[in-house]
């Protein structure tokens, strides 16, 4: 079964603290894809990361990182320096096979950073 | 760059009332576009797949004759939600795929509300 997990359903951080929010996924097929998006209260979707299933390195964009783990079958989102305006849900999501497919989303982790 | 226009953004009306939807890729053409809806609290759950000039492939569960939609060109969809009733009400979200080697990029959202 394609099936995709975050089991934080909220987090409260301090303000400059390294953020980790967990994501697992299960499937047999080799080719997918890794999203995570932010979604503040206004609900719009904001794309932050991507990892490809062949992607030997972790993919960073500025403060947000992947921790891709194949085997284990994890891609955990890592928020460096965490700021305010970080407070949102996050969701993780898979593209499974061929890159047109709709995405897959995880429950999302709802973050709230504190002061 | 790759900005979706998503229009309404917010919709009340009457139960029975048909209400239409709009996603424009404004600055690149879409291949291929999804329609998503998220319920209060949860996770966005994808509705429909559509492709320009064919027939939208819809996920299992969703019904294509209460959901309707048209891809009339590679910068237009269009969900129409027919006879709306008040268990309709969600918030509808479209993003838009410009090759398969990008993450989908998303609208604002439409949040209906039926009365």
């Known amino acids: 079964a394609q099936k995709i997990t975050q089991t934080q359903p909220g987090m409260f951080v301090q303000e400059k603290e390294a953020v980790t929010l967990d994501c697992t996924y299960d499937t047999s097929d080799p080719s997918y894809g890794l999203f995570w998006y932010k979604q503040p209260s206004s609900g719009e979707m904001i794309f932050l990361i991507y990892q490809g299933s062949y992607d030997q390195q972790n993919a960073t964009e500025g403060r947000y990182s992947l921790n891709f783990q194949k085997a284990r079958k994890s891609a955990n989102l890592v928020i460096s320096a965490s700021q305010l305006g970080d407070s949102a849900m996050y969701f993780c999501a898979m593209r499974f096979g061929g890159g047109a497919d709709g995405l897959t989303f995880g429950k999302g982790t709802h973050l709230i950073i504190q002061p | 760059g790759a900005v979706v226009s998503q229009h309404p953004s917010r919709v009340i009306c009457k139960s029975g009332t048909s209400v239409k939807i709009e996603c424009r890729s404004l600055d690149f053409q879409a291949t291929t576009m999804f329609w998503y809806r998220q319920f209060p609290k949860q996770s966005l759950m994808l509705m429909a797949t559509s492709n320009e000039g064919s027939k939208a492939t819809y996920e299992q569960g969703v019904e294509k004759d209460k959901f309707l939609i048209n891809h009339a060109s590679l910068t237009l969809s269009t969900l129409t939600v027919t006879s709306a009733h008040p268990e309709d009400s969600s918030f509808y979200i479209c993003?838009?795929?410009?090759?398969?080697?990008?993450?989908?990029?998303f609208g604002d959202g439409t949040r209906l509300s039926i009365l």
């Open positions: 993003s838009a795929l410009e090759n398969s080697n990008q993450p989908q990029h």
